[in-house]
């Protein structure tokens, strides 16, 4: 602790603080209408003494890469954008929340420049994921001991904290928090989330950091936590989750096989025996067993996933119609969209500002509102990192590569991007 104490500056401990509270985050109300998450209100202070600092100490160092720039676009033209949305509370909203949360990529740019700092972040980021992975499992197995009802309404008590009073209204009014399986309703783990789609997303990324970890350290926490996470993965029930899931152990196994692959190319090259990797075969066939396991083996995780393909089921109807409306909109307002934060005006127009109406793939949604550049933007965000991984692959960039596919594919059918808890995981 003395070490820390004379290395970290106080931007480095806000960085450190954020990343701790993120699945904690709780939300503020200084008026009857007004939810401020508390996220909300650490960025901007970070980032304004990171920029005073660095001004201060004349060392301002600005990320000049595509990304950045990507970035700027996407929050000046939604700025731009408040010119034409018809529903101008709506947009200026969702104006607000990005200018609260963009900040930190230039301040996440600067602080993993340092390698102790990066080992640290990622060090708290999975504490903190299987700390909240222990909250979905608890909340999930308590349904049995306690009943369903008590942990609905022990749920619905906890959310104005953490949500905020308007926010946990329209969140408790349209929530997705059960589950029918076989004719049985379940409660989805969930954690602190407000709802079990975005806590996937948040444990799922978490398990390539679990992973690569384990490899640095060769500490047996970051298995077994891995397998603890993986377990709340399942029990949220979240089919884009699994979908996810099951392509990122798939690209690990091909992984396997190609360096299996390239030390028998080296064996043969060097006409010298070389000692069998048991170790790296047995993990492709454990790895193997699992994937087909999971799609053979009847049971509820798995016919879950598989009602991805009933296209009567009312949720599946409803994200493909959302889908056709959203290229609708994008087609008919192409260069610029119908504004930010408008696309739930065009569906419903006497729609609440909070209620949850959006095109279910996060593209869409900003192609929708911020034209076809908008929605092209984020996702050269969210592809550049796993482009880079066939560029230079190395296995820091392998790991990178499958977060972002785990974000990719969980995008199209979600929108992370306006969640609290996801977006800063994002930009960092």
Known sequence: MTYLKKSLPFTKWGVFF???????????????????????????????????????????ILDTRLRAWLLLFIFGFSICSLLWATNYPKAYRKVLFLGSILPIYWVFFVFFKNRFNLKLFLKLFFVTVFISALLGLNQFLSQFIFGIDFIIKTQSKITPFFLGKNFSEIVLLYNSWLVNING???FRAIGLFPDPHLFSLFLNISLPVGWFLFFKEKKYFYLIGSFVILIASLLTFSRAGYLSLIITFLIIWLNFLKTNNICSKQQKSNQTKLPQNNFVAIKNILLLILIVGFLIIPNPINQRFYSILNFKDGSIKERLDLWKTGFKITKNNFWTGVGIGNLSEIIEPLSNQRTPIYAHNLFLDFSSELGFFGGLAVLIIIISPILTYFIKPTQKNFFLMLIF???????????PFYSIQLLPLILA
Do not use: G, Y
């Open 18 to 60: 954020l990343i701790i509270l993120i699945p904690f985050n709780f939300a503020l109300n200084p008026s009857s209408k007004i939810d401020l998450a508390i996220v909300r209100i650490i960025i901007p202070i970070v980032f304004l003494v990171w920029f005073l600092e660095s001004l201060w100490k004349k060392n301002l």
């Open 405 to 415: 596919t785990i974000i990719l594919i969980q995008s199209l059918f979600e929108t």
């Open 184 to 186: 049985k309703t379940l």
